[in-house]
Structures are given as structure tokens and as C-alpha cells.
């Protein structure tokens, strides 16, 4: 076996990470959206608000939401931009999950959303796509699920065009200690009994928490960025640390 990697705090074979993460969100996809707004409170949608302020999408540019089956973030480009067809832009979902897509597919056909998105199954680490194809790049809570987040990065960097933006929206690490107490309590005693009352999966949602605790910290983060050829990394705290936005840009 290759050096261990992480599966929440279990170390596991690298070559069986990606089944196990597939594993994982074939079992929740029809419930994650709804299982988001209730573990968060629906505080992800401000996340989510802030996220689409800072890309500021045009008309025009494309983007790729990596590990976004869902639609959720695609959604929100298309609409920020004003139009159902997203005004010439497009954006094309991957994920690695292709139960995430179908439901993300359902999602776009029950708003109308017939063209603009783009459903492809695919690796974050070996992403579909040619160099410099995307004005934009965007993960929302999939980076800390990458077996090796650095090939990530480096395909992000890969896939954006010269003056290309890239933003990871991720749980984060919270910086306040009484804050991460209260946190913590409510991640591992709430969070896979709700799990398992709502998604009929305790297992997948202890190791979606477990994931939050064994990914890198903020400035960690950032450095990993820019050794990716990535420049001008920047961190903005959501609530405390709980999340946080990388933003950084390809030059």
C-alpha cells in the first residue's frame, strides 16, 4: 500500500479513497441539499450568498463548479447573472459522484434551466478538461473530499485562463475557543444523529464531520494554494472560522 491517506480519522489506501467518497454521496444525494439547510441552520445559503458576491460572474465567462452535483452553486451563477440561459455564460458541473448529478440534472429541468450547465462526471485531481478553459473555478465543500488536494489545486490552476479566479468555499477551522467547543459538541453529538434521522445515514454524515477536522487550516491552506501556481491567495472567515472562502488567481 501507498502512504495512508485520510477518510475522516480513519487512514485508508489513496487507491480506495474515491469509491469511499462515492460511496458516501450515492448515499446522501437525494437528501443533501436538505440535510445542508438543516445542519446549518440554512446559514450555507449566506456562505453561498457571500461566494457568488466575491466571483461577481459576468455575462459571457465560463466557469466550472467542481464537485458541485448538485447545482447549487451553477444556480446561483445563472441567476446572479439575471437570466435563466445565464446571458451567454455557462458553467459545467463535475462531480465525481454521478448520483450528485443526476439529482443536480432533476434540480435544473424543475427550474426551466435547459441549457448554460454542462453535467460532467469527473475527477477533481484529473479534471476533463483543456488548459485554460475557464474564466472561473469554484469548489463548495467538496476540496476536503479530494484524495490529494495539492493534484487539485494544480488542475485548477491547470483549466484557468490567464487572469482566471479560483474560490474554494470549505468548513473550515474556528478560531475562537469557546466557539470551537460549542462546534465541536454540536458536530459529533448532533450532526450523524441527524443524519441519521433525516438521510437514513449516520456512517456518511460522522465521516463528512470527521473531514472537517482533518482538513488543512486556513494559512495551511492558502500556502498550498500558491505552491500551486496559484498567486495572491486570500482567506475570508465565515462565522467564526467555522467556513471559510479561499479566493486566489491564476496570472
Same mark, same amino acid.
Given at each position: 500500500m501507498s502512504d495512508p491517506t485520510s477518510f475522516g480519522f480513519r487512514d485508508v489506501d489513496p487507491a480506495d479513497k474515491p469509491k469511499m467518497v462515492r460511496g458516501v454521496f450515492e448515499s446522501v444525494a437525494t437528501r443533501y441539499d436538505l440535510m445542508n439547510d438543516l445542519m446549518s441552520a440554512g446559514v450555507h445559503r449566506l456562505?453561498?450568498?457571500v461566494l457568488i458576491d466575491m466571483l *461577481? #460572474? $459576468?455575462p459571457g465567462e465560463r466557469f466550472i463548479d467542481v464537485a458541485g452535483g448538485t447545482g447549487d452553486i451553477a444556480f446561483r451563477i445563472l441567476? $446572479?447573472?439575471g437570466r435563466k440561459e /445565464? *446571458? /451567454?455564460a455557462t458553467v459545467s458541473v463535475c462531480d465525481l459522484t454521478p448520483a450528485m448529478l443526476e439529482t443536480g440534472r432533476a434540480r435544473a429541468i424543475d427550474r426551466g434551466l435547459l441549457r448554460g450547465i454542462d453535467w460532467v462526471a469527473g475527477d477533481a485531481e484529473s479534471l476533463p478538461f483543456g488548459d485554460r478553459s475557464f474564466d472561473a473555478y469554484t469548489i463548495a465543500f467538496g476540496l476536503r473530499n479530494v484524495t490529494h488536494i495539492d493534484k487539485a489545486l494544480r488542475e485548477a490552476h491547470r483549466v484557468l485562463k490567464p487572469c482566471g479566479r479560483f474560490f474554494c &468555499?470549505?468548513?473550515s477551522h474556528v478560531e475562537n *475557543? #469557546? &466557539?470551537? @467547543?460549542l462546534y465541536d459538541l454540536y458536530s459529533f453529538q448532533l450532526l450523524p444523529r441527524l443524519g441519521q434521522w433525516v438521510a437514513g445515514d449516520r456512517d456518511s454524515y460522522q465521516y463528512l464531520v470527521e473531514?472537517?477536522?482533518r482538513f488543512p487550516k486556513q494559512g495551511d491552506l492558502a500556502a498550498r494554494i500558491e505552491a500551486a501556481g496559484?498567486? @495572491?491567495a486570500r482567506v475570508r472567515n465565515l462565522t467564526g472560522g467555522i467556513a471559510a472562502i479561499h479566493s486566489a488567481w491564476r496570472i
Open positions: 456562505w453561498k450568498a *461577481a #460572474p $459576468r441567476q $446572479r447573472i /445565464g *446571458a /451567454g &468555499l470549505e468548513f *475557543a #469557546p &466557539l470551537s @467547543r473531514s472537517i477536522r496559484l498567486t @495572491r
